[in-house]
């Protein structure tokens, strides 16, 4: 018997996710941020055509297992697709094909009921990046590499498990299971770090990986509503807060909703953690429903960048569905560790 399975990651760069002085290109137009992937796979290739990431991992495995449930074979048959990088001049576009690095496939490792394979795929930008950067030779003029390392493992009753085992700090992951579904989403962007020191040796080519801080995949309501936040007629308030610092405090008056771009945001109601979200969540909305009062905090776990706008420009119902799906999750995980 045969059991194939496949899992994908897409990168791609969100907006307001570059800061310091190669923000300016962005701003002026020169070079764009990427709307987010699509929330169902699809075709990659088409996807790739359509300038929808920076680069993608399909990491497809198999294994042969006998008649007594003994694995006889395995193998690989993914690999990486990168795009390109295109820069207006003038109104003309100007486009610089991206770099491939070697596709990293680790040989199959067999585990406790089955074998599990590891593919990192990456590479970097066309176009030159000189910069400053902190460690010799102290000048770059290379760009920064960009990578993901997926890990599929297949066991012999056909089950199948995947995760985000290492990533660059920048650009944002989205990771797909074998029904082309988005999974996983990795929790936080670090350009400024990921610009200084993602060069040379400090890589899957050399000798580090970077691992991943991975949160859940917010729900179908929050993708909506966030469309409606982000591109509707009252431009959202754009913030970043420092790790540690509290956004809304419990008892407080409150009317504005916040969609986290990146980053994780704790919820405490009486000093008590109640869950961690990560990017694409909304919150706030409680107070809304509640007679303007905060029914708990908001605390930022890590350095988090977010959208703010009234809770008012939200239909009613649609806040009372997004209180509930919140209330739902943090009585099935009081304490989570994403």
Not at 23 to 51: I, N
Not at 73 to 91: H, K, N, P
Not at 141 to 168: I, K, N
């Amino acid at each position: 018997m045969r059991y194939e399975s496949c899992v994908t990651s897409l990168s791609w760069i969100p907006s307001e996710a570059v800061v310091g002085p190669a923000r300016a290109a962005f701003d002026a137009g020169l070079t764009h941020y990427d709307h987010p992937p699509p929330a169902e796979l699809g075709d990659v290739e088409e996807l790739r055509l359509a300038d929808r990431f920076r680069f993608a991992n399909v990491l497809r495995a198999w294994i042969d297992v006998d008649d007594s449930g003994r694995a006889t074979g395995a193998g690989y048959s993914g690999g990486g697709l990168i795009g390109s990088t295109t820069i207006r001049v003038g109104g003309l576009p100007f486009i610089f094909q991206a770099v491939q690095l070697p596709v990293i496939q680790r040989d199959p490792e067999v585990v406790s009921g089955g074998v599990r394979f590891w593919q990192t795929v990456g590479g970097r930008t066309g176009l030159p990046a000189p910069r400053r950067v902190r460690r010799k030779p102290f000048i770059q003029w290379l760009p920064p590499l960009v990578w993901t390392t997926l890990s599929l493992t297949l066991h012999t009753d056909g089950r199948a498990e995947f995760s985000l085992a290492g990533a660059s700090r920048f650009p944002r992951h989205w990771v797909y299971d074998d029904a082309g579904r988005v999974a996983l989403k990795s929790g936080l962007t670090d350009f400024e770090d990921w610009f200084r020191t993602s060069f040379g040796r400090h890589s899957p080519w050399g000798d580090v990986d970077s691992s991943a801080l991975v949160m859940a995949v917010e729900t179908a309501l929050e993708r909506s509503l966030s469309t409606q936040l982000m591109h509707g007629g009252r431009r959202p308030r754009i913030e970043r807060l420092a790790a540690g610092t509290t956004l809304a405090r419990q008892g407080q008056p409150g009317a504005d909703v916040y969609l986290l771009l990146d980053g994780v945001m704790r919820v405490e109601r009486d000093g008590e953690r109640l869950a961690e979200y990560g990017p694409g969540a909304l919150l706030g909305e409680r107070a809304c429903l509640e007679g303007g009062i905060r029914t708990a905090s908001l605390v930022a776990v890590t350095p988090c960048r977010l959208a703010t706008v009234p809770a008012s420009l939200f239909q009613r119902d649609a806040l009372e569905e997004l209180a509930a799906s919140h209330r739902r999750e943090q009585a099935r995980e009081p304490n989570p560790s994403f």
